[in-house]
């Protein structure tokens, strides 16, 4: 905690130690996070309460003194991306436009920056900062995957100091897939969860993607707007194992318990807590469980009374590795009547290809017969897919996936057990958005909680924010898909994934 200061008030630090165009963040009242923090622009030194004016009790940074957007010209809540100005604390960009921060009184004396005031939690006009609920609503946590949204939710509740526990069935924890699209809403989603830095280095960042015809000729090119700030591209892609990697290294250095190849058997619960019975024959009792175990989500049969059941879309989807050609720089589209090729750079210097074909009924393909099934698809594109199209035979990995979705239409919750990501609004890649929405869910969930001192109103407003973006989301997934099958003109399906994108750009 810092020092009290001889003038009055509370020692922040040094001037030295707060460099032109950084931030700090400091816990004067031994809050056990940081409740006020402190710019230097221009030579001045401005002061704010950690505290962001969308949803009081939001804490503004993703890491420690992480305040300020990419290039450090604006205060960035990491919650929803909403931008302030420094000096003035007026959000320029976000869900609380034209709000401000609340300023805090700093005064600098023999080169030392100093909180006036006492060292609680006070603002200028003695009014105390909204404070987070999440220490009396709960203790420990269980969370069910260990997926991107399982992580994602760990990942955020201990930085918020909860006791987590995280389980999955795969002893292994391994993944499968070859790479994942970060669509404007899930680029954004995982620089709020921390990972800017490592998405630029180890996956692939560009602004947009080029809709072409099968012969490559140009339909519309469809940008995006760079949500994180100037200096961070819009969209792009990363290998799954790549981010799996990312995810979990994080979570075990928060001191996360994970326990791998174990599941949930039995679970009932009460007004104050949920009991839990594992696999292994243990029991255990938890203040929240969360589910986050996937499209055929064991939970969601548990708990969640005549839910939907995962439904066949109609489709399914090819994925292949390739290296990167050396003038493409970002995703690429192929539109054919029934058939859509695509291919998104995915690290420094690999692609990934995906098809999505109508396959009614649902086939059962031999995993020998699936290289000839796909070059048989190809045939028709011609251009730079003709060319990739000789490739696929040499012994690359291909894999098939019929694509399956799932909304479930009322409440994600019961009593003290709460499912997100694919669980309750599993959706096809039409969009690039079923990991940034799960990662929504997971920072979404932490901030309600955080916000309102009953579990219930924090869960209710979770779903108040959470169903509508799920509806967006899965929705224009599933209408793009149906016009791919029913071969709608490629101008009317290359609108609709503009229309899906801007949607998709929306604070969460």
């Known amino acids: 905690m810092p020092a009290s200061s001889p003038g009055g008030g509370t020692l922040l630090c040094g001037l030295a130690d707060l460099p032109e165009g950084a931030a700090r963040g400091f816990d004067p009242g031994g809050r056990g996070h940081d409740t006020v923090f402190v710019v230097r622009r221009a030579g001045a030194v401005f002061g704010w ?9 939001a804490r503004m940074n993703w890491r420690k003194d992480a305040f300020l957007n990419a290039d450090g010209s604006l205060i960035m809540c990491s919650a929803h991306g909403a931008l302030f100005d420094i000096e003035t604390g007026l959000c320029q960009l976000g869900p609380c436009l034209g709000k401000r921060l609340t300023p805090v009184r700093l005064r600098i004396e023999d080169g030392r920056i100093h909180l006036e005031g006492p060292p609680g939690p006070t603002s200028k006009g003695g009014t105390r900062m909204a404070q987070s609920h999440l220490p009396q609503n709960l203790n420990r946590v269980l969370i069910v995957g260990g ?31 070859t790479g994942i699209t970060l669509s404007p809403l899930t680029f954004r989603a995982l620089c709020h969860l921390g990972f800017q830095d490592r998405l630029i280095a180890e996956g692939h960042g560009h602004d947009g993607v080029t809709l072409n015809d099968m012969q490559g000729r140009l339909i519309r090119e469809v940008r995006s707007e760079r949500l994180v700030g100037p200096r961070v591209p819009a969209e792009g892609a990363v290998l799954r194992p790549v981010l799996h990697r990312m995810m979990s290294e994080r979570v075990r250095a928060l ?13 009932d619960q009460d007004d ?3 009991n839990v019975t594992f696999s292994e024959g243990r029991q255990d009792r938890y203040d929240l469980v969360i589910g986050a175990d996937g499209l055929f989500s064991g939970l969601r049969d548990m708990v969640l009374e005549n839910a939907p059941k995962p439904r066949f879309t109609g489709q399914a989807c090819w994925r292949v590795l390739f290296d990167t050609p050396k003038d493409w720089h970002q995703g690429q589209m192929f539109l054919g009547p029934e058939t859509k090729v695509g291919f998104n750079p995915c690290s420094p210097d690999q692609m990934y ?5 109508s396959v009614p009924g649902n086939p059962w393909r031999e995993p020998d017969a699936l290289p000839a099934i796909l070059q048989d698809l190809l045939a028709p594109f011609g251009g730079i897919v003709a060319e990739l199209r000789a490739l696929v035979d040499d012994g690359r990995e291909i894999i098939y996936r019929p694509l399956e979705s799932i909304l479930v239409p009322g409440d994600w919750y019961r009593g003290r057990v ?8 599993a959706t096809t890649p039409h969009l690039g958005s079923g990991a940034g929405m799960a990662v929504e869910d997971a920072l979404v969930l932490v901030e309600e909680l955080s916000a309102h001192p009953s579990l219930e109103d924090a869960l209710h407003g979770f779903m108040r924010r959470r169903l509508p973006r799920g509806r967006l989301v899965v929705g224009n997934s599933l209408k793009i898909g149906e016009m791919e099958m029913a071969g709608d003109p490629m101008p009317a399906q290359a609108a609709l994934m503009a ?7 929306a604070p969460y």
């Not at 001191?255 to 679970?267: D, F, K, M």
């Open 49 to 57: 309460r950690n505290d962001c004016p969308h949803h009081p009790g």
């Open 147 to 177: 997926g991107i949204a399982g992580m994602a939710a760990a990942i955020r509740l201990r930085e918020a100091g909860v006791a987590v526990e995280l389980i999955d069935k795969d002893p292994a924890w391994s993944v499968y897939g």
């Open 255 to 267: 001191q996360t318990e994970v326990r791998l190849g174990v599941t949930v058997t039995a679970l």
């Open 272 to 274: 104050t807590g949920a």
């Open 353 to 357: 290809m995906y098809l999505l074909e």
């Open 418 to 425: 709460v499912l997100i990501g694919d669980a309750v609004h």
């Open 499 to 505: 229309e899906s994108i801007a949607a998709i750009s």
